[in-house]
């Protein structure tokens, strides 16, 4: 059995301190608090989510230096925006890879929404894509280990992907060439 508990922040010793809280540290893009001149990064906050703009509780690593990176560059007296926390999750359960990055769950079609699902009973692999109009937004893949960062860098840079959403919805495994072939021009 598996129990994913998720993440807690504790910020018990912020009681009475003015700074808002509620999942976790509320912050701007700027990784600003609700008190002038105390600032917040990493797992500890709810920051402006990537693809909602809202507060989300995303408490990775990559997110955690970003924040870290815009919170010191402001305590600085610089003015840096961070692009808003990335949902990624990379597990290894007894062997088998799975991973979800972004909006893995998709949008509706009345949001421009598409999507594509692959399962390869034979090989124990799985692979989803969610577009919005022709830009990655979201997938989800188990069994899958070679270029699987190219997922992350489609969702990351939303690159306009073109003619490489149908080949994509034609064949979802090429995402490391449609990375190649758009997200890294972009980036
Ligand atoms: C089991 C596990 C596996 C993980 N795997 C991954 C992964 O594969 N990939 C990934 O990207 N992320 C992973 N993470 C998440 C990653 O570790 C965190 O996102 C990252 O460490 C957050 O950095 P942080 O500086 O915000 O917090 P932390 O690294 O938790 O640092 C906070 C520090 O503050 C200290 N502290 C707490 N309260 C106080 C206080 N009152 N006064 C002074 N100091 C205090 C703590 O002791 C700690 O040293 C994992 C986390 C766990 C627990």
Avoid at 16 to 27: K, L, N, P, T
Avoid at 107 to 136: H, N
Wanted: charged residues 15%.
């Amino acid at each position: 059995m598996i129990c994913a508990a998720g993440v807690a922040p504790n910020t018990v010793f912020l009681a009475g301190s003015g700074v808002a809280v509620e999942r976790g540290i509320r912050v701007d893009a700027g990784m600003r608090t609700s008190v002038a001149d105390i600032y917040a990064a990493g797992d500890v906050t709810e920051a402006p989510g990537f693809h909602s703009g809202q507060p989300e509780l995303n408490a990775i690593q990559p997110n955690a230096v970003d924040q870290a990176r815009v919170a010191a560059h402001n305590m600085a007296g610089g003015t840096a925006v961070s692009g808003g926390s990335l949902a990624i999750n990379v597990l290894d359960t007894l062997g088998l890879i799975s991973t979800s990055f972004g909006q893995w769950q998709g949008v509706g079609k009345e949001q421009g929404g598409a999507s594509v699902e692959l399962v390869d009973d034979a090989k124990y692999r799985y692979l989803s894509l969610q577009f919005r109009g022709d830009v990655l937004i979201g997938a989800t893949s188990i069994g899958w280990t070679d270029h699987v960062g190219a997922l992350r860098g489609l969702v990351q840079t939303q690159a306009p992907l073109g003619e490489w959403k149908a080949r994509l919805l034609a064949d979802p495994t090429g995402f490391m060439a449609a990375y190649l072939a758009t997200a890294q021009k972009a980036a």
